[in-house]
T-cell receptor
Framework: AQSVSQHNHHVILSEAASLELGCNYSYGGTVNLFWYVQYPGQHLQLLLK??????LVKGIKGFEAEFIKSKFSFNLRKPSVQWSDTAEYFCAVNAPSSASKIIFGSGTRLSIRP | DTEVTQTPKHLVMGMTNKKSLKCEQH?????MYWYKQKAKKPPELMFVYSYEKLSINESVPSRFSPECPNSSLLNLHLHALQPEDSALYLC??????????FGPGTRLTVL
């Protein structure tokens, strides 16, 4: 069965610091990978996605993620965070053969100190 | 229109009540989903409708009953819920069964 691990439960950074949130998945076949963000009191929004092609994908708000197949990882990065990036971040994986099921990781809460 | 709307935003109900949650999208998406999200937890898939037919039921108790009247609407009928069913209920839709667009959710409290 597919699973997604996010090892950082709560990350606290100062503004302008660089960010990397870890995401590992377990599935041996072809996968689609996503990062979703949930700002306080708001709904889940897609930050970026990887289906195929260039393993370095760029998303909204300056976020990017790199798919490393050999490590089963899809880490999220941002070179310089802002206070407004305070949110819950979810990594998710979908195997195209699994009939539209998306499996979410447990989430990482990001707190940015102004 | 590129959003998923959900009503009501908040719902408080007793354990003997019957209520319904509604979800609507006008993006022409053919798949729609119900998720349950507890505080500080990821969304958990409940149901998937594909082309208006129920394709996935994640062993959800029968006190939750989904309905897809047409390709734009998705309902979740609630009856005899328990306090532990209190959560944020999220609706989502997708065109290609992969990228999903989420609504703002209905915050449900069961007394």
């Amino acid at each position: 069965a597919q699973s997604v691990s996010q090892h950082n439960h709560h990350v606290i950074l100062s503004e302008a610091a660089s960010l990397e949130l870890g995401c590992n998945y377990s599935y041996g076949g072809t996968v689609n990978l996503f990062w979703y963000v949930q700002y306080p009191g708001q709904h889940l929004q897609l930050l970026l996605k990887y289906f195929s092609g260039d393993p370095l994908v760029k998303g909204i708000k300056g976020f990017e993620a790199e798919f490393i197949k050999s490590k089963f990882s899809f880490n999220l990065r941002k070179p310089s965070v802002q206070w407004s990036d305070t949110a819950e971040y979810f990594c998710a994986v979908n195997a195209p053969s699994s009939a539209s099921k998306i499996i979410f990781g447990s989430g990482t809460r990001l707190s940015i100190r102004p | 229109d590129t959003e998923v709307t959900q009503t009501p935003k908040h719902l408080v109900m007793g354990m003997t009540n019957k209520k319904s949650l509604k979800c609507e999208q006008h993006m022409g998406h053919r798949a729609m989903y119900w998720y349950k999200q507890k505080a500080k937890k990821p969304p958990e898939l409940m149901f998937v409708y594909s082309y208006e037919k129920l394709s996935i039921n994640e062993s959800v108790p029968s006190r939750f009953s989904p309905e897809c009247p047409n390709s734009s609407l998705l309902n979740l009928h609630l009856h005899a819920l328990q306090p532990e069913d209190s959560a944020l209920y999220l609706c989502a839709s997708s065109q290609d069964l992969n990228e999903q667009f989420f609504g703002p959710g209905t915050r449900l409290t069961v007394l």
